[in-house]
């Protein structure tokens, strides 16, 4: 039976370009340079294609599995695995979209305190991000799906601004092209799985999205969404690359950051100051759609309130997000994270679409039996 969610609940169609494109351009721009040249050098840049074909292949498989199922992540569990099990695993999702929100939350808190209020608390910075992301989170997924596609035009103004770094750019830095191994390649596309953890929100609202009557034309603005996620991660990395040499690049811990100080404007000396403020508006959308997703979990498995279940949530990313409050503690965190998000993105979603091709193939195989 196909989950039927409320006509005045739906977005329309165009709408999942900026759902999926908020969650995937997160916290991540402003610090995946190091870790992935550290692996690959400069031909990291291929590890960013490498990742987004991979993350394309990924996405269509969970087209596929939503358009079978007629429904969303706790359908598609309870469908392959049962009540019991398939409950269990769409209860530990909940958990793990409740992990990335304090991974997004806290990495934020900090670039704020480093580069702009050293002097506000954790709690004051988690707090009022926190009521912020409550009262789009309240006004359900349309009201985030409003807050994703202002994020994307906000961002717009500092993807341009990586246009000043140019000026001094060094294009011999893209040379030698091609001199790691693939290994290496692969190594540096598995540091970006931070990036792109996000995605499996696709499995939550996707059954919220109108289907017109021609046809169904919701998929292909998933691919497009995925697809200008990498032209960014790749246009930005590249701005990276010319502009400092390795040993550089090696010293700074958020070099998207260290890119926006090189603008120059009449009226404003410290340009990355705007870059943060508006930061805010691009890391939204992360925290308030994994928890939207994590209270939508726990909301079809119990039957309980989603609002009470998002102010339970919230309260516990805090509190739970303040002992992570430093730099060393929050870089543990994230690695592990980082290799959650892996896990997930690259073996079980997979396994996940070949099951269900299995599973299938059984169900035929039972009917002709009869």
Not at 95 to 100: E, G, K, P, S, V
Not at 117 to 123: G, K, L
Not at 271 to 292: A, H, K, M, S
Request: glycine fraction near 6%; charged fraction near 10%.
């Amino acid at each position: 039976m196909a989950l039927e969610i409320q006509e005045n609940r739906q977005v329309s169609p165009y709408v999942l370009f900026f759902i999926i494109y908020g969650i995937q351009t997160g916290i991540g721009v402003i610090n995946y340079q190091r870790p992935i040249t550290n692996s690959a050098g400069y031909d990291a840049w291929l590890s960013i294609l490498i990742m987004g074909f991979i993350i394309f292949v990924v996405m269509w498989m969970l087209t596929k599995l939503l358009e079978e199922h007629q429904g969303d992540l706790i359908t598609i569990h309870h469908h392959l695995f049962g009540k019991w099990i398939g409950g269990f695993l769409s209860f530990l999702f909940s958990l793990y979209f409740l992990t990335m929100s304090i991974t997004v939350l806290n990495t934020y808190v900090l670039l704020v305190q480093v580069w702009m209020f050293p002097q506000m608390s954790y709690w004051e910075i988690a707090t009022l991000l926190s009521i912020v992301a409550y009262a789009y989170i309240s006004g359900g997924l349309r009201s985030i799906a409003g807050i994703a596609f202002l994020s994307s035009i906000y961002s717009i103004p500092l993807i341009l601004a990586l246009i000043a770094p140019l000026n001094y750019a060094h294009f011999d830095n893209l040379l030698p092209l091609v001199n790691h191994s693939v290994p290496a390649l692969i190594n540096a596309g598995k540091q970006m799985s931070l990036n792109y953890e996000g995605i499996s929100i696709l499995l939550l609202v996707y059954p919220f999205i109108k289907k017109t009557e021609s046809r169904d034309n919701r998929k292909q603005w998933v691919f497009y969404a995925t697809s200008m996620t990498t032209v960014v991660y790749l246009v930005v990395y590249l701005v990276t690359i010319v502009y400092f040499n390795p040993q550089e690049l090696d010293q700074y811990l958020w070099p998207t950051m260290s890119l926006w100080k090189i603008v120059d404007l009449p009226f404003m000396e410290r340009f990355e100051y705007i870059g943060i403020t508006i930061w805010i508006f691009v890391i939204l959308p992360n925290i308030c759609l994994t928890l939207w997703g994590a209270s939508r979990i726990i909301k079809r498995l119990f039957s309980l309130n989603q609002r009470i279940i998002v102010g339970c949530l919230i309260i516990f990313i805090v509190l739970f997000g303040y002992l992570l409050s430093n730099q060393v503690e929050l870089d543990i965190w994230n690695k592990y994270q980082s290799l959650l998000g892996l896990g997930v993105m690259l073996m079980y979603l997979p396994f996940l679409y070949f099951y269900n091709l299995v599973h299938r193939k059984m169900r035929k195989s039972h009917a002709k039996q009869r």
